[in-house]
């Protein structure tokens, strides 16, 4: 069972950047997905990495603005977030799966069975 801990969140202003951290004993034998939640909305992915790093995936709704990386000699997953906005308020999610192969991102939500406590992140307009 990996212990997945989150960092990095903050209140920020609109437009502004930030770098959210994910890291665990192991994690680097992982696929990765960066999660977030709003009040009062589900849970949805905003961004996913595959083991080796060379495959990843974002939401429509951050792509271009947000990049997953990972430095698996740190155990480490990054998600840096550029040109935040007001909608990007949320509190923030990473979460672990076991791979199919090293090179696949993995979406499906129900296979991510480690899942940190979560950083808040705050977008001020």
């Known amino acids: 069972q990996l212990q997945l801990v989150e960092s990095g969140g903050a209140l920020v202003q609109s437009g502004g950047s930030l770098r959210l951290s994910c890291v665990a004993s192991?994690?680097?034998?992982?696929?990765v997905g960066w999660f977030r939640q709003a009040p009062g909305k589900a849970r949805e992915g905003v961004s996913y990495?595959?083991?080796?790093?060379?495959?990843?995936n974002y939401a429509a709704s951050v792509g271009g603005r947000f990049t997953i990386s990972r430095d698996n000699g740190k155990d480490t997953v990054y998600l840096q977030m550029n040109s935040l906005k007001p909608e990007d308020t949320a509190v923030y999610y990473c979460?672990?799966?076991?791979?199919?192969?090293?090179?696949?991102?993995?979406?499906?939500?129900?296979?991510?069975?480690?899942w940190g406590q979560g950083t808040q992140v705050t977008v001020s307009s």
């Open positions: 979460a672990a799966a076991d791979p199919f192969n090293t090179n696949t991102v993995v979406t499906a939500r129900e296979k991510y069975t480690n």
């Open positions: 990495i595959s083991v080796s790093g060379r495959s990843t």
């Open positions: 192991g994690l680097g034998w992982y696929a």
